[in-house]
């Protein structure tokens, strides 16, 4: 069973940094994509950024303030955060998938909270 953890959230103020952490039970090179989402409260989660098995990455309009990456031995996926803003408060997912099999994974989900 994949199990994906979420670290990293908390309470920070506008302006500031925060990275979070995926790290994932089994090898990330057996996903084909990983991404965060986000869901803020009274509204649909939504995608924030995905990396590829090639290291590809594609971004929601964050406006270049966060940064995707990976790192295969520690089989972990971080997202640096720089220059949050109140509106990027919403808990943060981190997202696994599998195309072969139709699989996708989901972490617990860790608190974001920006204050103005």
């Known amino acids: 069973q994949v199990q994906l953890v979420e670290s990293g959230g908390g309470l920070v103020q506008a302006g500031g940094s925060l990275r979070l952490s995926c790290a994932a039970s089994?090898?990330?090179?057996?996903?084909?994509?990983m991404g965060w989402y986000r869901q803020a409260p009274g509204k649909q989660r939504e995608l924030v950024t995905t990396?590829?098995?090639?290291?590809?990455t594609r971004y929601a309009d964050s406006g270049n303030r966060f940064t995707i990456s990976r790192d295969n031995a520690k089989n972990t996926v971080y997202l640096q955060m720089n220059s949050l803003k109140p509106e990027d408060t919403a808990v943060y997912y981190c997202?696994?998938?599998?195309?072969?099999?139709?699989?996708?994974?989901w972490g617990q989900g860790t608190q974001v909270t920006v204050s103005s």
């Open positions: 997202n696994a998938v599998v195309y072969s099999i139709g699989k996708s994974y």
């Open positions: 089994g090898s990330i090179d057996s996903f084909n994509a």
């Open positions: 990396i590829f098995r090639d290291s590809t």
